[in-house]
Each structure stands twice: as structure tokens, then as C-alpha cells.
């Protein structure tokens, strides 16, 4: 029920909520994180937002405690406004590194295959090399994205019957009297009925 009484706090207010309480669990998390006696590992991407096709660097967290307890979490969100290049994102990870001051503790990054974020993990274990002598320190490749390279690679074999499909879907998708013929062929062979729908590539 409304309630013509309470007063909605704008958004400058909403803003400053949002701020002070993202500032508040920032100190707290950094109290947490330096309490751990663990190594840590990082995965790392940058996404760009489809609204104001921004750049931002994702940084995840994970560790186990004293307890032998898994713990993992989104660490930071960097605005990235600079070149998308190898060291201008290793810089920005180091940054974080020692604002929650992880440096001496980071034991690996995980990453796709691209070649910015190959530099990135060598940038970033010549960096640790040469300041804390870490020689621990590793840098992997996401097998997920090494199988989706090679499954998209194989897929190529067959590229022509992908498209004849795609064009076959998009037509039943439009179509309702298409979506009744295949509903019914799907009854005479005895066949469960999916509804079509087409894929979505992602990386």
C-alpha cells in the first residue's frame, strides 16, 4: 500500500548511500583479507558495458581460510578508460594488489587467451619477481576458453549446415503455423518436443 508520507530519497542521496556503504565493506574486506595466512588466486577480465560501451576490469578472489574453509568473491571493478593493453592492465592489478595489500601473497591469475592478458601475466610475474622475489608465482590460461576456441575452431568444419539451421530456426521462430507442423512431426515419431530457439555466441 502507498504511503503518501514517506519521502523517496533522490538519487544524489541513493548515490551517497551507495558510496558510503561500498566504502564501509571496502575497509572491511581489506581487515578480513589481512587476517588470512594463505596464498590467494586471482581470475581477471575486462567487459564492456553494452549501455555506454565503458570499459571496466573485473578482479575474483580466492583463497581458503585457517579452517580450510573456499572462499571466492568479486574483489574490485576498475573503471578502465586507458588502452586495453598488456601492462595498462597489469599496472591496474598491481594497484589493487597493494591498496588491499595482497602482493606478497598473490600465488596465481587466471585468464582467457588473449594476447593482452598473456602480457598481463608476464608483466605482472616480472613485477612480483623483481619486488618481492616471488618466484611462486604463476599465470594460467582458462581451459574453459582454450576448449571454447578449439569447439568453435571444429565447428568451422561444418559452418554451412550451422547457417542452413540458423536460417531454419529464425523461420520457425516467426512463424506459428511452422512452430504447430514441427510440434505435430515431433508427435508422429514419437519425439520430445523442444521449442527452437537459436544460439547466443559468447565468449
Known sequence: MFNIYYKVSDHYQVKDI???????????????????SSKISLTTDIWISTINYKAFLRITIYYIDHQWKFHQFLLD???????????????????????????????????????????????????????????????YRCTAYV????????????????????TLISKIKVLTRLYDKLRNLCAVHKLDYLKPELDIEMR
Open 18 to 36: 551507495v558510496i558510503s556503504y561500498f566504502k564501509e565493506q571496502r575497509v572491511t574486506i581489506i581487515n578480513i583479507l589481512h587476517k588470512i
Open 77 to 139: 571493478i576498475v573503471f578502465f578508460n586507458m588502452c586495453h593493453i598488456g601492462v595498462n592492465i597489469a599496472n591496474e592489478i598491481n594497484r589493487v594488489l597493494v591498496e588491499f595489500n595482497l602482493l606478497n601473497k598473490t600465488l596465481a591469475l587466471t585468464t582467457n587467451n588473449k594476447l593482452a592478458m598473456l602480457v598481463c601475466g608476464q608483466v605482472l610475474a616480472n613485477s612480483l619477481l623483481t619486488e618481492l622475489d616471488n618466484q611462486s608465482f604463476y599465470h
Open 147 to 166: 576448449l571454447n576456441l578449439a569447439a568453435h575452431h571444429g565447428l568451422e568444419v561444418i559452418e554451412k549446415e550451422i547457417a542452413n539451421m540458423h
